[in-house]
């Protein structure tokens, strides 16, 4: 039973310590999540109808919209 407790407390520090390390606040880091956590796209270039015009506008109709990336198909 006390190992328990104590690995319980150690995590409970670890997670606070954690917690007051973050540079960014909970409700700063849902305004503007980093790159990696952000919606990404499933990108179907069926039979290789595609353009590079095609492309850039995609693709910058993605960052417009705040997305973090595809995965073309």
Same mark, same amino acid.
């Not at 006390?2 to 606040?25: E, G, I, P, W, Y």
């Not at 999540?33 to 796209?41: D, I, T």
């Not at 990108?43 to 353009?51: F, K, Q, S």
């Given at each position: 039973?006390?190992?328990?407790?104590?690995? @319980?407390?150690?995590?409970?520090?670890?997670?606070?310590?954690?917690?007051?390390?973050? !540079?960014?606040?909970? !409700? !700063? +880091?849902w305004k !503007?999540?980093?790159?990696?956590?952000?919606?990404?796209?499933?990108?179907?270039?069926?039979? +290789?109808?595609?353009?590079?015009?095609?492309?850039?506008k995609d693709?910058?109709?993605?960052?417009?919209?705040?997305? +973090?990336? +595809?995965?073309? @198909?």
């Open positions: 039973m006390k190992c328990r407790s104590a690995l @319980f407390f150690l995590a409970a520090l670890m997670l606070t310590l954690a917690a007051r390390a973050a !540079d960014v606040s909970l !409700d !700063d +880091g !503007d999540p980093p790159v990696e956590a952000r919606l990404r796209a499933y990108w179907w270039w069926l039979n +290789g109808n595609v353009t590079t015009n095609a492309i850039t693709l910058e109709a993605m960052k417009a919209q705040g997305m +973090g990336g +595809g995965l073309i @198909f």
